[in-house]
């Protein structure tokens, strides 16, 4: 069964740029979070979709935002980005089906670079 | 407003040794609690877990404890390996939050030969 995969790997943008990126979960894994991890921060919640809904978000401003396709696909999209942005991030797929917690794998993360 | 907290940055230890990895929380709305253990270029990688209800739980070398009173985990790994060199997060769950997990800094573990 293939894991979580994350596109691209390895990102540099500059200033006021925008980027998306994209992760694809576990075949019939229908919830999809993000996480954004720098050095001394640990990893902080972006925001959490299923079956194309976002049923939870973190404290991060309206520039960070998500959607999630009908085949549990999904993007995260970062406009007008700033130096602090620059971070690995980290996307969990799991099955969720319910309110109870499920084991959630996460990908190899996509490296963001903002110069 | 850090809500899981791992105070110490890194820990050193020799093989065959007892690790002891130590995370503090402060919402008593945390139910579940995990520990991930992370290599460099790769995504974190679940180690194990434990309910609210319970204090302990086992799978293989590793152990997790919960004191709910002193909002205080640890994970114990017996005997340490080369291997589990890499960074561990301890991260914990919400009864409200869904698949949302608050994750700690991380705690740097060498274990040398």
């Known amino acids: 069964k293939a894991g979580v995969t994350q596109t691209p790997r390895y990102l540099i943008k500059t200033r006021g740029q925008q980027v998306t990126l994209s992760c694809s979960p576990i075949?019939?894994?229908?919830?999809v979070s993000w996480y954004q991890q720098t050095p001394g921060q640990g990893l902080q919640f972006l925001f959490e979709?299923?079956?194309?809904?976002?049923?939870n978000k973190g404290n991060f401003p309206g520039r960070f935002s998500g959607r999630q396709f009908s085949n549990s696909r999904s993007e995260m999209n970062v406009s007008t980005l700033e130096l602090g942005d620059s971070a690995l991030y980290l996307c969990?797929?799991?099955?969720?089906?319910?309110?109870?917690?499920?084991?959630?794998?996460f990908g190899p993360g996509t490296r963001l670079t903002v110069l | 407003d850090q809500q899981v907290k791992q105070n110490s940055p890194s820990l050193s230890v020799q093989e065959g040794r007892i690790s002891i990895l130590n995370c503090d929380y402060t919402?008593?709305?945390?139910?579940?609690f995990l520990w991930y253990k992370k290599y460099p270029a790769e995504g974190p990688t679940f180690l194990i877990s434990?309910?609210?209800?319970?204090d302990k739980n086992e799978d293989g070398r590793f152990t997790v404890f919960l004191n709910k009173s002193a909002k205080h985990l640890s994970l114990h790994i017996v005997p340490s390996q080369p291997g589990d060199s890499a960074v561990y997060f301890c991260?914990?769950?919400?009864?409200?939050?869904?698949?949302?997990?608050?994750f700690g800094t991380g705690t740097r573990l060498l274990v040398s030969p």
């Open positions: 979709y299923f079956s194309e809904t976002q049923r």
């Open positions: 969990a797929s799991s099955l969720a089906a319910g309110t109870s917690y499920n084991e959630q794998f």
């Open positions: 919402n008593s709305m945390f139910d579940y």
């Open positions: 075949s019939g894994h229908r919830s």
């Open positions: 991260a914990a769950r919400s009864n409200t939050g869904f698949q949302k997990l608050v």
């Open positions: 434990i309910s609210s209800i319970k």
